[in-house]
Nanobody, 124 residues
Framework: QVQLVESGGGSVQAGGSLRLSCAASGEPLSIVAWFRQTSGEEREFVAAIRRNTDSAVYAGYAEGRFPISRDDARHTVYLQMNNLEPEDTAVYLC???????????????????WGQGIQVTVSS
């Protein structure tokens, strides 16, 4: 059974930074991603990182601002969020999957495992 535990959220002023962590336990994961959701809105893809190739993909707004990385020794994936804007305020969710086949990283429905989510609030 896989468990994902997010940490590192909180409140910050515009222009500030936060680093989110997603600690995983259980079976090996092939891909870990971050999505975000605001009240009443669809979940929005942020970034994803694959284990085998170490390749990462990003949403346009996250490219260059929110680098994703992983520490395999700590079984943890990080999302470094820089130059935050009030529009980045959301609940951020860590998701993952262990499939070795094709998976569309941009679709939240593709992932089997979900964290509880963590609030990020950016004030102007």
């Amino acid at each position: 059974q896989v468990q994902l535990v997010e940490s590192g959220g909180g409140s910050v002023q515009a222009g500030g930074s936060l680093r989110l962590s997603c600690a995983a336990s259980g079976e090996p994961l092939s891909i870990v991603a971050w999505f975000r959701q605001t009240s009443g809105e669809e979940r929005e893809f942020v970034a994803a990182i694959r284990r085998n190739t170490d390749s990462a993909v990003y949403a346009g707004y996250a490219e260059g601002r929110f680098p994703i990385s992983r520490d395999d020794a700590r079984h943890t994936v990080y999302l470094q969020m820089n130059n935050l804007e009030p529009e980045d305020t959301a609940v951020y969710l860590c998701v993952a999957d262990s499939t070795t086949g094709f998976l569309n990283p941009f679709s939240s429905r593709a992932y089997d495992y979900w964290g509880q989510g963590i609030q990020v609030t950016v004030s102007s």
